[in-house]
């Protein structure tokens, strides 16, 4: 069991750039979710997949916003014409759909827009 | 919104047991209580999890409730890294979209 891994672990980027975070789920894991966790609050849902569709998406993900699982494995999050406002730690979690779907999560990645 | 209610903090001693509570009393009945901790700059770290029964697992123990409107989660021996942020979340197990909705949680430290 390697974990859910992220890539890259932290990023610095000026505001208006296009940033992209990549996600590998636990092997065989087709469930894959994505949260963001700024300062002193909890993760907050983005959106969910299972296996490469994309099945719900929270409000707090604008349209700069897009997370793709092209082939049902790796997933990537691609924030376009970032703004400050967009820092933080972007988390990925897997899950298998069978037993108890304990969610498993990843080390996160960090963004800071300057 | 959480559906769960617990302290912003607590403190205990290293050795020790820590026994953090957790009130979640509109749970529906098939809806199950996790924990998950938080060390300081990883990601969250699923512990355990419950429906009705008590259960215990090598990290920790998990007292329910019979009425199931309040839990808590029990590290027999707290060390040093057992210091975090710990969160408890209701949820039905078995549905990939419900995701899990995290509140603020209890910071614990672990004071030697």
């Known amino acids: 069991d390697t974990g859910v891994s992220q890539d890259p672990r932290h990023k610095i980027t000026k505001r208006g750039q296009n940033v992209t975070f990549r996600c590998d789920p636990i092997?065989?894991?087709?469930?894959l979710y994505w949260y963001r966790q700024t300062l002193g609050q909890g993760p907050e849902f983005l959106t969910y997949?299972?296996?490469?569709?994309?099945?719900?998406k929270s409000r707090l993900l604008s349209d700069r916003f897009s997370a793709e699982r092209p082939k049902g494995s790796f997933s990537t999050l691609e924030i376009q014409r970032t703004e400050q406002g967009d820092s933080a730690m972007y988390l990925c979690?897997?899950?298998?759909?069978?037993?108890?779907?304990?969610?498993?999560f990843g080390e996160g990645s960090w963004l800071t827009v300057v | 919104d959480a559906k769960t209610t617990q302290p912003p903090s607590m403190d205990c001693a290293e050795g020790r047991a820590a026994n953090l509570p957790c009130n979640h009393s509109?749970?529906?009945?098939?809806?199950?209580v996790y924990w998950y901790r938080q060390i300081h700059s990883q990601g969250p770290q699923y512990i355990i999890h419950?429906?009705?029964n008590n259960e215990t697992n090598e990290m920790a123990s998990l007292i329910i409730t019979e009425d199931r409107k309040s839990s808590t989660l029990i590290l027999p021996h707290a060390t040093l890294r057992d210091t975090a942020v710990y969160y408890c979340?209701?949820?039905?197990?078995?549905?990939?979209?419900?995701?899990?909705?995290f509140g603020k949680g209890t910071r614990l430290s672990v004071i030697a």
């Open positions: 979690a897997s899950s298998l759909d069978v037993g108890g779907n304990t969610i498993y």
């Open positions: 092997s065989e894991h087709n469930r």
């Open positions: 997949f299972q296996n490469e569709a994309q099945l719900e």
């Open positions: 509109t749970i529906s009945g098939n809806e199950y």
């Open positions: 419950g429906l009705k």
């Open positions: 979340i209701v949820r039905v197990a078995h549905s990939g979209n419900t995701p899990l909705v």
